[in-house]
């Protein structure tokens, strides 16, 4: 079965320092993967997906996310952390084949706090 | 373009009651899915529609249950809530179903079971 492990459930950076927050997943083919963000009270923005092609995916709001596939990670990177960036975000897997459905396999999330 | 859109955002029932969820999918988008989301177990798959058809459904009890109209539109109706039924119900939507389709999220409609 896939899972996806967000090992880091709290983390704590100072607003212009950089971020990388983990995502492990564990799935029998190459996944499609995904980043949301959630703000208090909101629901779920996409920052990013990884289809296939070029391992490093650019994303919104600053972010970016690179695939490696030996690792089975799809870790999340922000050069420079602003104070908006403080939300809770998800990595998600799903199924890459057409028509095989939009089920998504969310971690846990990790909760961001930025200090000023 | 307007996004995915979800009513009500916010509602209070008792337990017993039954209660219906709406979602209106982006434009032109034929997927779509239903999560659960809880302090306890997280973001959970409940089903997904695509053309008015349910393709995939989560480990959820047979109270929980869903529908998808000829113009993508969804709903979706839990009965005889418990208050463990008391979540974050998150609608998405995609154009396909699967092969690298962006899925977009509503806002959600924040359900409390009393």
């Known amino acids: 079965a896939q899972s996806v492990t967000q090992p880091d459930i709290h983390i704590t950076v100072s607003e212009g320092a950089s971020l990388e927050l983990r995502c492990n997943y564990s799935?029998?083919?190459?996944?499609?993967l995904f980043w949301y963000v959630q703000s208090p009270g909101q629901g779920l923005q996409l920052l990013l997906k990884y289809f296939s092609g070029d391992t490093l995916v650019q994303g919104i709001k600053g972010f970016e996310a690179e695939f490696k596939r030996s690792q089975s990670s799809f870790n999340l990177r922000k050069p420079s952390v602003h104070w908006s960036d403080a939300a809770e975000y998800f990595c998600?897997?799903?199924?890459?084949?057409?028509?095989?459905?939009?089920?998504?396999?969310f971690g846990t999330g990790t909760q961001l706090k930025v200090e000023l | 373009k307007a996004g995915v859109t979800q009513t009500p955002r916010y509602l209070i029932k008792t337990r017993g009651q039954q209660v219906t969820l709406s979602c209106s999918p982006i434009s032109g988008h034929r997927s779509v899915s239903w999560y659960q989301q809880t302090p306890g177990q997280g973001l959970q798959f409940l089903f997904e529609?695509?053309?008015?058809?349910?393709?995939n459904k989560g480990n959820f009890p047979g109270r929980f249950s869903g529908r998808q109209f000829s113009n993508s539109r969804s709903e979706m109706n839990v009965s005889t809530l418990e208050l463990g039924d008391s979540a974050l119900y998150l609608c998405?939507?995609?154009?396909?179903?699967?092969?690298?389709?962006?899925?977009?999220f509503g806002e959600g409609s924040w359900l409390t079971v009393v």
């Open positions: 998600a897997v799903g199924p890459i084949l057409t028509g095989g459905g939009n089920k998504l396999t």
């Open positions: 799935y029998g083919a190459t996944p499609y």
């Open positions: 529609y695509f053309s008015e058809t349910q393709r």
């Open positions: 998405a939507s995609s154009l396909e179903a699967g092969g690298g389709n962006t899925i977009y």
